[in-house]
C-alpha cells in the first residue's frame, strides 16, 4: 500500500480522522504526506511554495488505527442480508 491513500487518528485525538498518503513504513512508524502539514511547514517558513513534497514521520505510539482500500467495492453485508 506505499504511495496508497490512507486515514488514521491518533490516541489523543480519536474523533479527528485525516487523510494522508503513506510514503514508508519504518520499525518505528511510517513517513506520511499530508496538505495539512504542508500548509503549516510553508506558512511557518513564508514560502508559497517548496521545491519538493514534505513527507512527516509519526511514531507508531501516535497512531492508533490506520485504514485504506483496495480496488475492490466494499458492500454493507447488513444491507444485502447477509448479515443480522
Given amino acids: 500500500m506505499i504511495e496508497a491513500a490512507i486515514r488514521f487518528f491518533n490516541p489523543t485525538t480519536p474523533t479527528k480522522v485525516k487523510d494522508y498518503k503513506l510514503h514508508k513504513i519504518e520499525a518505528y512508524g511510517i513517513w506520511v504526506e499530508n496538505q495539512e502539514y504542508t500548509n503549516e511547514i510553508l506558512k511557518r517558513a513564508s514560502v508559497p511554495v517548496a521545491p519538493r513534497t514534505f513527507v512527516v514521520f509519526v511514531p507508531w505510539s501516535e497512531v492508533a488505527v ?11 453485508e447488513k444491507s444485502f442480508g447477509l448479515h443480522d
Avoid at 490506520?66 to 454493507?76: K, M, N
Fill in 66 to 76: 490506520i485504514y485504506g482500500s483496495v480496488g475492490e467495492v466494499s458492500l454493507s
